[in-house]
C-alpha cells in the first residue's frame, strides 16, 4: 500500500512540475507576442505595462550638422575694410557742457566699409554716414592689416549712407594685390529665411563673421529721428559692424550692416537676434551718385511743418481729417507752389493722408526735383473747398 501511496505522489510531483514547465512556457510564448490568448488573466495574474517601439528604416547619422561659410567669407573678405574715424570733442573742467578751461579732445570711432569701385585715381568704399559723421580724419584698413588716409566722397544723412575714398597713389603693391572689388546683389529677391552672412570690424577688433537669416522684411526702424525700412536679420551685429556687408549664399553684398536692438535697461524685455541693414538695391542709384561726386538729392523735402488731424478730430471740429501745415519753409517746394498755413493736406499721389507716416514713405522714396502732386482743403469763408496742387521737392 505505502509502495502505491509513494507511486501516486511520484506521479503528481511529475506532472505538476510538466505543467508548471508547460505554463511557464505559454506564459513566455504571450509576452513575446508569439501566441495570441488571454492566458495571464485566465491563471488570474496581471501582465505590466510595457511600451510598445516600433522600427524604422530611416538611418540617423550620429555627429552634428555644422554651416560652413569659410569658401564664401575668403572671397569676400578682401573686399572688407576696417574704418577709423577720429572727431572733435571739446570739454572743460566741468564736463562737455562747460567751456570754463576747455579743450579739444579726439574721440576716436570704429566701423566698417565695403570696397565697391575703383578708378584710375581712387578706391571708392561703402559705409554708414554715421559711422564717417563729423570726422575729422578718416582711416582704412585693408585685409593686409595697412591703413591709409581716407576723405569722404559723399554722404546722404537721410539715407544714412556714405562713399569715402582712398587714393590709389597712397596703395602699395601688395595692398593693391590683396584687394578686391565687391560683387553687389539685388536684395529685392531676398526672402525671409534666407541665409546670410554679416562681415565687420565688430567692437573696433578686426574683422569678424557672423552667419543667420532673414527674420523680416522692410521693417520700419528709426535712428536719429530718421525712419528706414530695414532688412531684419539675426545674425550678430555689434558696434563697429556698422557699414559692413550683409552678405547671401552667392557672396553678393545684398544689405548694409547698420543697427541693432538692446536690451533697455528701464524694462524688462530682452532683446536678442535683432539687427538690421539698409537693402543695397534700395541705394544703389544714390550710391551711383555719391561715388561720383554728385549731388545727394534723396534728402528730398516738401518744406512744411505741422501735424495729423485725425478721424475723431475731424468730426468733433468739423474739419477735413489729413495733415494740417502750421509752419511752411521759406523758398521750399510748398512755398513757391502757394501753400499757406492752414491748408489741410488731404492726399498725396493719389494717397489718402491719414498719418504723417503717408506723406512721410512717399517724400523718401522720391528725389529733390520730384513733383508730388497735393490735393488741399483749405477755408473759404465758413467752409472748406478743395484744390489739386503740384509740388516740387526741393
Request: no cysteine.
Amino acid at each position: 500500500m505505502e509502495n502505491k501511496k509513494s507511486s501516486k505522489i511520484v506521479i503528481i510531483v511529475v506532472i505538476s512540475f510538466v505543467v508548471l514547465i508547460l505554463v511557464s512556457f505559454l506564459i513566455a510564448l504571450n509576452n513575446v507576442g508569439l501566441l495570441k490568448i488571454d492566458l495571464l488573466k485566465s491563471l488570474g495574474t496581471t501582465q505590466k505595462a510595457e511600451l510598445t517601439y516600433t522600427e524604422t528604416n530611416t538611418k540617423i547619422k550620429e555627429g552634428i550638422y555644422i554651416i560652413d561659410v569659410s569658401e564664401i567669407v575668403e572671397e569676400v573678405m578682401p573686399s572688407i575694410v576696417s574704418i577709423t574715424s577720429k572727431t572733435l570733442v571739446k570739454s572743460g573742467y566741468y564736463g562737455p557742457f562747460y567751456n570754463y578751461g576747455s579743450s579739444n579732445t579726439y574721440a576716436t570711432g570704429a566701423g566698417s566699409g565695403i570696397i565697391i569701385s575703383k578708378t584710375n585715381d581712387e578706391l571708392l568704399i561703402l559705409t554708414n554716414n554715421h559711422v564717417i559723421e563729423d570726422a575729422k580724419e578718416l582711416s582704412v584698413q585693408f585685409v593686409n592689416e595697412k591703413s591709409v588716409d581716407a576723405r569722404v566722397k559723399g554722404t546722404s544723412e537721410r539715407k544714412d549712407v556714405a562713399v569715402i575714398s582712398v587714393k590709389i597713389s597712397d596703395l602699395d603693391a601688395e595692398t593693391i594685390e590683396s584687394i578686391k572689388i565687391a560683387t553687389l546683389g539685388d536684395s529685392n529677391e531676398l526672402k525671409v529665411g534666407n541665409g546670410i552672412i554679416a562681415i565687420g570690424n565688430a567692437l573696433g577688433y578686426g574683422q569678424s563673421v557672423t552667419t543667420g537669416v532673414v527674420s523680416a522684411l522692410n521693417r520700419e526702424v528709426t535712428i536719429d529721428s530718421k525712419t528706414l525700412k530695414m532688412i531684419q536679420i539675426d545674425a550678430a551685429i555689434n558696434g563697429g559692424n556698422s557699414g559692413g556687408a550683409l552678405l547671401n549664399a552667392k557672396g553678393e553684398v545684398v544689405g548694409i550692416n547698420s543697427a541693432k536692438y538692446s536690451n533697455n535697461s528701464l524694462t524688462s524685455a530682452s532683446v536678442e537676434g535683432m539687427g538690421f541693414a539698409i537693402p543695397i538695391s534700395d541705394v544703389k542709384d544714390l550710391i551711383t551718385s555719391l561715388m561720383n561726386g554728385e549731388e545727394d538729392k534723396s534728402d528730398a523735402a516738401i518744406g512744411i511743418e505741422g501735424y495729423i488731424i485725425t478721424a475723431s478730430q475731424s468730426e468733433s471740429y468739423n474739419m477735413p481729417q489729413g495733415f494740417y501745415i502750421s509752419k511752411i519753409v521759406e523758398g521750399g517746394g510748398a512755398d513757391k507752389a502757394g501753400l499757406e498755413i492752414g491748408n489741410i493736406i488731404t492726399e498725396i499721389n493719389g494717397t489718402k493722408v491719414e498719418d504723417v507716416d503717408d506723406i512721410r514713405d512717399i517724400v523718401y522714396d522720391s528725389k529733390k526735383g520730384d513733383v508730388v502732386t497735393l490735393k488741399i482743403s483749405y477755408i473759404n469763408g465758413k467752409k472748406y473747398n478743395e484744390k489739386t496742387v503740384e509740388v516740387t521737392l526741393q
